[in-house]
C-alpha cells in the first residue's frame, strides 16, 4: 500500500515493500566516547543523541520485515583498497594507524564494527564500504535492484559526509529518499544543518527531510 510520511519540502510518498532502511556507519570509532571520532577533538554527543530515535525506526522498520542495509566505512588490513592519496589526509591521524579503538578505518578493528545498540540482526545487508559513497565499489545497487528496491530511507553518520554522499548517489541512480533529521548527526551541528537544508532544497533536489516519528507514524 502506497504512503506518505510528513516530509519537506512536500510530503515523501513511498511503498514500503520497495523501501529499504539504510542505517549508515553507526561504527564505534564515529559514535563512542573514546572512538577516533572524539580522540580527533570532536564532541560526540550529537552521534549518541541519534542512536535511540535511529533504534526506534530500526525496530518499525524490522517488524514490517523491510529490508535492512547497514553500513560500515573501512578498508582491507593490508590497505591495498585504499587510495595512496587517502592515506596521508585526517590531520592528526591517518587511515590504518593505531587509534584507541585499534587500527582505524580498519575492517575487523573493534572501533571499525558497529554498536551494540543499532547491531545488524542476522539476514540483514552488511555493506563494507571503502569510501563515503556507499554504492562506490561495493555490490548495494545490485542488492537494491534484486530487491525491487524505489526508496530509501537513510539513517546514521555523518550528515555531510557519508549520509550525504550515499543520498546523492542514490539519487543519481533514481531512488528517492528521505532523511529522518534526528536519525543523523555531524560533530559539527552547523553542517548537519546546511546539508540537510541542501537535500531538500530546490523541491527536493537530492531528496526529502522528516523525522523518526513521523517515518513510524506513516509505517505503522
Ligand atoms: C567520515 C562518515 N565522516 N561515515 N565518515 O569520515 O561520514
Not at 500500500?1 to 556507519?25: N, S
Not at 547491531?119 to 565499489?137: M, N, R, S, T
Not at 551541528?189 to 513521523?214: C, R, T
Amino acid at each position: 500500500m502506497i504512503k506518505q510520511i510528513k516530509a519537506r519540502p512536500f510530503d515523501f510518498t513511498f511503498d514500503p515493500e520497495k523501501t529499504a532502511l539504510m542505517v549508515i556507519d553507526m561504527q564505534r570509532d564515529f559514535v563512542q566516547k573514546g572512538g577516533f571520532g572524539e580522540a580527533l577533538g570532536n564532541d560526540v554527543s550529537p552521534m549518541q543523541k541519534a542512536i535511540e530515535p535511529i533504534s526506534k525506526v530500526l525496530e518499525c522498520c524490522r517488524s514490517q520485515h523491510m529490508l535492512i542495509i547497514h553500513t560500515r566505512e573501512g578498508h582491507r588490513p593490508d590497505l591495498t583498497d585504499c587510495p595512496k592519496a587517502k592515506l596521508t589526509r585526517g590531520g592528526k591521524t591517518f587511515i590504518g594507524t593505531d587509534g584507541p579503538m585499534g587500527r582505524i578505518l580498519v575492517r575487523g578493528e573493534y572501533g571499525h564494527d558497529i554498536i551494540p545498540e543499532l547491531y545488524p540482526k542476522e539476514g540483514e545487508v552488511v555493506i563494507d564500504k571503502p569510501g563515503k559513497d556507499a554504492f562506490f565499489a561495493t555490490d548495494l545497487y545490485q542488492i537494491l535492484l534484486n530487491r525491487g528496491i524505489k526508496s530509501l530511507i537513510i539513517c546514521g553518520v555523518t550528515t555531510e559526509v557519508c549520509v550525504q554522499t550515499t543520498s546523492r548517489a542514490a539519487n543519481d541512480r533514481g531512488f528517492e529518499l528521505v532523511i529522518p533529521e534526528d536519525c543523523c548527526a555531524s560533530y559539527f551541528p552547523e553542517f548537519h544543518e546546511a546539508a540537510l537544508n541542501m537535500i531538500a532544497a530546490q523541491g527536493a533536489i537530492v531528496g526529502w527531510v522528516s523525522d523518526s516519528k513521523s517515518v513510524i507514524s506513516a509505517l505503522e
